[in-house]
């Protein structure tokens, strides 16, 4: 079993939609959770950092779900400018060692 | 301009011609790591560094070597580039967590290298 994981779409929405990705992460002792973007054959850019309290920046509010291992990330009011991949990010042994989702990829369309 | 500074972009070689890429940040950051991607496998982290003089393998460190003698500085060299290592490889860089705060790390563009 993979140590993140992600379903790697792509998802197919129309602009305006709302979108949410589900990431789940298999060690338990993980203790930093990061959403990043990717577009294509770029680098990946920080999206967001998950706390347990939840956290919202404009469109996008991601939550992190210790108990059943996942993290989760929803878009509202999708743009076309959203469509990339989204990467799931999960910290062990501290924070330097990150481990990464292989991606959730998004379409937005007109 | 805050950046992670890859070099270079674009690289093909041969197998078995020792190379090295350069990574550089300007941001003062405690933290540096290499990872590659591939189709398919996602990023895989290669080695890390927590600050000078201290670095780390991560998950697919074979056929790899780095060192941090600066902390802006963290090259990634390759002793005797093999074609499975043809890759696109990124170099990042993070501050030290503090309390309550998660930075996260600000990735270079990427190195696209190609091993023949």
């Known amino acids: 079993r993979k140590e993140v994981e992600q379903d790697p779409g792509p998802f197919n929405v129309p602009e305006g939609a709302t979108v949410a990705f589900n990431c789940t992460y298999s060690n338990s002792a993980s203790q930093s959770f990061f959403w990043y973007r990717q577009d294509c054959r770029k680098e990946p850019k920080l999206l967001m950092s998950?706390?347990?309290s939840g956290n919202e920046d404009g469109r996008f509010t991601a939550q992190l779900n210790r108990a059943s291992q996942y993290i989760s990330l929803l878009i509202r009011d999708s743009k076309l400018s959203d469509s990339a991949t989204y990467l799931c990010?999960?910290?062990?042994?501290?924070?330097?060692?990150?481990?990464f989702g292989t991606g959730t990829r998004l379409l937005v369309s007109p | 301009e805050a950046q992670v500074t890859q070099n270079p972009r674009y690289l093909i070689t041969v197998t078995g011609k020792k190379l090295t890429v350069t990574c550089s940040q300007n941001?003062?950051?405690?933290?540096m790591s290499w990872y590659r991607q591939d189709p398919g496998l996602g990023l895989r982290q290669i080695y890390y560094?927590?600050?000078?003089?201290?670095?780390d393998k991560g998950d697919v460190p074979e056929g790899y070597k780095v060192s941090r003698k600066e902390k802006r500085n963290f090259p990634l060299i390759l002793e005797s580039p093999s074609p499975n290592q043809t890759s696109l490889y990124f170099c990042?860089?993070?501050?030290?967590?503090?309390?309550?705060?998660?930075?996260?790390?600000?990735f270079g563009s990427g190195t696209r290298l190609t091993v023949v």
């Open positions: 990010a999960v910290a062990r042994l501290g924070f330097q060692k990150l481990v």
């Open positions: 998950v706390y347990s």
């Open positions: 560094s927590m600050n000078v003089e201290v670095t």
């Open positions: 941001m003062n950051h405690e933290y």
């Open positions: 990042a860089s993070s501050s030290r967590m503090k309390r309550g705060t998660n930075y996260g790390y600000t």
